[in-house]
């Protein structure tokens, strides 16, 4: 069923444009907003810049709780490392948090999960398929992101490196495909939407609080390292010598990956509007009289299907 396969998976697309473009927007502004906030701040000679790299020293420190301790704040690269990236892979996360769990639980409070069953869609099919929409408009955010930072770093005139700006994507999208790895696991274990979204809000919150903590002093010891902002801020690449820990990155991509499948593993066995640990929503009163909407109205082929769902 390769039509049924095919609208599946563009409706996922579709299911994540407007968080997806709200992000985009946050994105854009963030990085436009900071390169052309360093070249007034931070001025055009060394010795400015320099000076400007001393002060903010400073300042890193009484905020390392929010933000990873500024390195190479005399150049552009590392000024939108500490202030732009930093600051928007927190929001990132969180968008890939709420989006894992309104898949996991807003499309079944909406019974999309019932169509596509009857129309011959596995379990896993179905789930793998909205898992990828969110992997393309993810990598189709970052993206968006990182050209319209080196835009605004060009426009005030530096140059940031081509290849760094590639790795900065692939970090964004690793950190991505990892925190929604988790919201889909957790997604199982309630039976709303909006238990499952604060229950992932509280969680991403947790983990970022946790690696802050040890950006502060704290010694949290290897539990630090369950938390992906942590894995995120081991690669810098726009900074001198470009570090880049390909190790850590593979991490975040596997267990993204490995979260999903225990979704997934979870999703297969448990019932429809039902959790893993055996809960399971209320049923609603039932009705005999058929529905205003004209569109549920509609036979039941291809085309009415993918209207119906979407």
């Known amino acids: 069923n390769n039509w049924a396969y095919y609208a599946a998976l563009r409706l996922a697309i579709r299911s994540h444009r ?27 000679t060394e010795a400015e810049r320099q000076a400007f790299a001393r002060q ?56 999309l999960p019932e169509h596509w069953l009857a129309s011959g869609v596995s379990r896993a099919r179905w789930l ?11 990598l189709m955010v970052a993206i968006a992101t990182v050209l319209a930072t080196a835009a605004g770093a060009a426009v005030v005139g530096d140059t940031l490196p081509a290849g760094a700006l590639v790795i900065e994507v692939v970090l964004l999208w690793a950190l ?48 630090r390292w369950l938390s992906p902002f942590a894995l995120f801020e081991r690669s810098a690449p726009l900074l001198r010598g470009a570090p880049f820990d390909a190790a850590a990155t593979l991490v975040l991509v596997t267990s993204g990956a490995l979260l999903a499948l225990l979704a997934l593993a979870a999703f297969v066995r448990r019932d429809l ?8 929503a209320p049923y609603a009163t039932p009705t005999r009289a058929p529905s205003d909407d004209r569109l549920r109205r509609l036979p039941s082929s291809p085309f009415g299907l993918e209207d119906v769902v979407a």
């Not at 509007?273 to 399971?280: E, I, W």
């Open 18 to 44: 407007t968080g997806g473009l709200v992000l985009v927007l946050v994105g854009v502004l963030t990085g436009l907003l900071n390169a052309l906030a360093y070249a007034q701040l931070a001025g055009t």
């Open 56 to 111: 903010m020293a400073l300042f890193g420190k009484q905020v390392s709780y929010l933000l990873p301790a500024p390195v190479d704040l005399d150049t552009m690269g590392g000024f939108l490392t500490w202030r732009a990236f930093s600051t928007f892979g927190l929001l990132y996360a969180m968008w890939a948090g709420l989006a894992a769990t309104g898949l996991g639980r807003g499309d079944e409070e909406r019974g």
């Open 128 to 138: 793998l398929t909205r898992a990828a929409g969110f992997a393309v408009v993810s």
């Open 176 to 223: 991505g495909l990892a925190v929604f790895g988790l919201g889909l696991v957790i997604a199982q274990l309630v039976i709303t939407r909006r238990g499952a979204g604060s229950l992932a809000a509280v969680t991403i919150i947790g983990l970022f609080v946790l690696n802050s903590a040890s950006r502060s002093g704290l010694d949290a010891g290897a539990a």
């Open 273 to 280: 509007g039902g959790s893993v640990l055996g809960k399971r």
